[in-house]
Structure formats: C-alpha cells, structure tokens
C-alpha cells in the first residue's frame, strides 16, 4: 500500500483512538447523563473497532500501485470519450499500440478494397468491350440484311408485279 494512503488511514486512527481517550477523562454527575456519556464512548469504540477491521482488509486486498477510477453513467452520456481522450492525453503505450494497429488493419482493408475496385473496374471494362463488340456485330448483320433485303426487293417486287400481271390476264 501507498506510503503517503496508509499514513492518512493512520491518522485518522489516531484521531478516533484521541476520542476516544478524551471521552474516558470526563466525569458527569448525573445517571442519566453517565448513561449517554457511556453510549458514546461505546459508539466510538465500534466505530474505531469497524475503521481497524476495514483498514485490515483493504491493506490485505488493495493494490496501491495503480490509481484507479470507475465511471458508470446512461448510455451515451461520454464515458467512453473521456476515457479515450484520458488515454490519447497521458500518452498511454497499450492505447498507441491499438491505435497503430487499427492503422495498418485499416491500412491493408484499404488496399485490398482498392485491388477490388480496380479489379471490377477492369471486369467492367471487359464487359464494356464485349457490349461494343457485339453491338458492332448486330449493327453489321442488320447492315448486311439490310443490303440483302435490298437486293432482294428487286427481286422480290418484280415476282409481285409479274404475279399481279400473270393474275390480272388469267383471271
């Protein structure tokens, strides 16, 4: 335990233990009022007997080394935050650590979602080419059905008005 922690628990014997003393040099003259004198004396005995016994236990169960300190609260009231902030402020090594860390995982996701994208853009680049190719294919086709069907009109017009004269003379 602290030096500096068991001197103030000393202390503060002491001034119980000098109560105590003190209550044992008074002398009343009446019953009633030795009656209370004497239940004092008794409660300052409990009461120093029960600081002994609690300073025994936290002498036994503390650990001095270490200050410290608990929060508790609603939830998002700051707790958190001023805990970190406490953490960044006194340069605390584990909360650096954390933080150097979360930098490289961070650093690395970021890498890998960007081979990702450049992966997808490079897929959709590939897509893009073949929707072009084969757009140019289909506009070529049509191109040439187009000519064929040109081509064949004639034909085709021809063997109309050779079946409308043919109908119109034998019919």
């Known amino acids: 335990m602290n030096d500096e922690i068991k001197q103030k628990y000393t ?3 002491g001034l119980l233990d000098d109560a105590i003393n003190s ?5 009343l003259e009446g019953e009633e009022e030795n009656a209370e004198l004497v239940a ?18 936290l ?19 700051g707790k958190s935050t001023i805990i970190e902030s406490l953490r960044i402020i ?28 450049v992966n997808l853009l490079g897929a959709l680049e590939d897509v893009n080419v073949f929707l072009q190719n084969s757009i ?10 187009k000519d064929r069907i040109k081509k ?14 043919v109908g119109i003379i034998f019919f």
Do not use: M, P
């Open 11 to 13: 202390d503060i014997g």
């Open 23 to 27: 209550t044992r040099s008074i002398v």
């Open 40 to 57: 004092v004396k008794a409660t300052l005995e409990s009461i120093n007997e029960s600081f002994k016994n609690e300073i025994d236990k």
């Open 59 to 77: 002498e036994s169960s503390s650990e001095w080394d270490k200050f410290c300190i608990a929060y508790f609260g609603e939830t998002n009231a």
């Open 90 to 117: 006194y340069n605390e090594e584990s909360r650096w650590l954390e933080k150097n860390n979360q930098d490289k995982e961070y650093k690395t996701i970021l890498s890998k979602h960007s081979e990702e994208y």
């Open 136 to 145: 140019q294919n289909s506009n070529s086709k049509i191109a040439l059905i």
């Open 152 to 165: 064949n009109l004639g034909i085709i017009l021809c063997f109309f008005i050779l079946g409308l004269i």
